[in-house]
């Protein structure tokens, strides 16, 4: 039942976090970084620290196995969705009104908006792969990115009309 709600309401913040601040507030210059993790990788992980105790108190890394930047990540977002992405370069990145935006038309909170956006500014990299010592990876390895994609898009299609613009957009 945790994992059931883990995975219901990752995939609704993710899906709206991603279709909403991804599309606006990000930087395109090529030189932040991340490391997407499909998110039943992140729930198969979680689940197994939760069963292995000697996790406990420590921190790791977990990401999948595509390396981009936020730009090529809309970019590739965008084709496997089928829709038509525009970037619009401003000179100013301003994470408050940002999380002003998304905190007024998703169902995140401002507060969680804000940190969230400013987020994007950071290159998020895995430097350690240790949670390997103490559970496996998920069954076939991680995710890669345009897998996850269809993966999180299937979820949402399955979840019908009525719940998919609450859950997934």
Request: with cysteine; charged share 20%.
């Amino acid at each position: 039942e945790v994992v059931e709600v883990l995975e219901r309401e990752t995939h609704r913040f993710v899906g709206t976090y991603f279709e909403q601040v991804g599309s606006g507030w990000v930087r395109v210059d090529g030189t932040v970084f991340a490391q997407p993790i499909a998110v039943g990788d992140v729930i198969a992980y979680l689940a197994g620290c939760l069963e292995e105790p000697r996790t406990a108190g420590k921190t790791f890394d977990i990401g999948g196995p595509d390396i981009m930047t936020y730009k090529e990540m809309m970019e590739r977002f965008a084709a496997l969705e089928g829709k038509r992405l525009w970037i619009i370069p401003v000179p100013v990145l301003s994470p408050w009104l940002s999380s002003l935006w998304v905190g007024g038309i998703t169902p995140v909170p401002g507060a969680l908006a804000r940190p969230l956006v400013e987020s994007l500014r950071n290159t998020v990299v895995c430097r350690e792969h240790d949670i390997a010592a103490y559970i496996p990876d998920p069954p076939g390895g991680v995710t890669p990115y345009d897998a996850a994609v269809e993966l999180a898009d299937a979820f949402c299609r399955a979840s019908g009309p009525e719940r998919t613009a609450a859950i997934c957009y």
